[in-house]
């Protein structure tokens, strides 16, 4: 090799050490309903349709199909170099409907002394869901907040009450005797510690960093406060049937960049066999 293929060669070879690399980590199901694990390095901003999303220093973000999303999603990626756009299908989720009798009439159609009521519970959860902290406390994975509890909901499901047909279910409902211990899914700060309130009776609600929340309904009583942290397992209060409820139960949702979707699919966050590359 002369002297001269040498020198070109060797400058191919910086060429093509130092160009940036920009591929493009997904973890999850790309369906309705499921929270997506991303990293991208060298990212500076991430855009989910035009929103932004909260990055990491190291390029890792989330982001979740709500029950209806549509099927094409755009994610853009920008770098100190250019806009990276990757079109993502999401696959539709078959949806349960749930026929429930025996509950309240007050709690089907409520008054509007209850509306008033209402109107204050939601405003609190907003508040409470819209609190943001940098520290993806999330990535250290999740657990169930209940031991042994029976699936009584599913996220999603249409609910007919006394034959009056709601708005779908945003959470997961978990049966389990009165009493029992509610744990906190993963580390956290609790941003709502409060009741009772129409709807969700007693609730908490804990912010996992980077604009991701679960919320724990329901409960007899609380044994946490806002502005407490909380680590992974923490009895933050136990099971009731406050609120609108016919009978014992957790009900356990999920938050993320005002998106709910379906809390079991945190279980699989941490977990790679759901990866792939773009």
Known sequence: MTKTSKVICLICYSFIFVLPTHALELCGNLAQGEIIRAKAEESEHVFLN???LPVSAD?????????????????????TENILSYPLEVKPTAWDIQKINGVSPRKVTPTDMDNRKIDKEREDLRRALS????TPLWQKGFIMPVNKGRTSGSF???????GIKKSPHQGLDLAA????????????????????????????????????????????S??????????QGDIIGHVG??????????????????????????LK??????????
């Open 50 to 52: 035009d929103k932004e």
């Open 59 to 79: 390029g890792i973000f989330i982001f979740a199909f709500g029950r209806d999303a549509q099927p094409q999603q755009l994610l853009q990626i920008a770098t």
């Open 131 to 134: 609190y943001h902290t940098e």
């Open 156 to 162: 999603g499901g249409q609910r007919i009450m006394n």
């Open 177 to 220: 005797p009165e009493g029992s211990p509610v744990f906190a899914s993963a580390d956290g700060i609790v941003t709502l510690s409060d009741g009772e309130y129409f709807y969700t009776g007693n609730v908490v609600v804990i912010n996992h960093g980077q604009n991701l929340s679960t919320i724990y309904a329901h409960l007899k």
């Open 222 to 231: 609380t044994t946490v406060k806002k502005g407490d942290k909380v680590k």
């Open 241 to 266: 049937k406050t609120g609108r409820a016919t009978g014992p139960h957790l009900h356990w949702g999920a938050s993320l960049n005002g998106v709910r979707f379906q809390p079991l699919s945190l």
């Open 269 to 278: 966050i941490g977990d790679n066999n759901f990866c792939t590359n773009l």
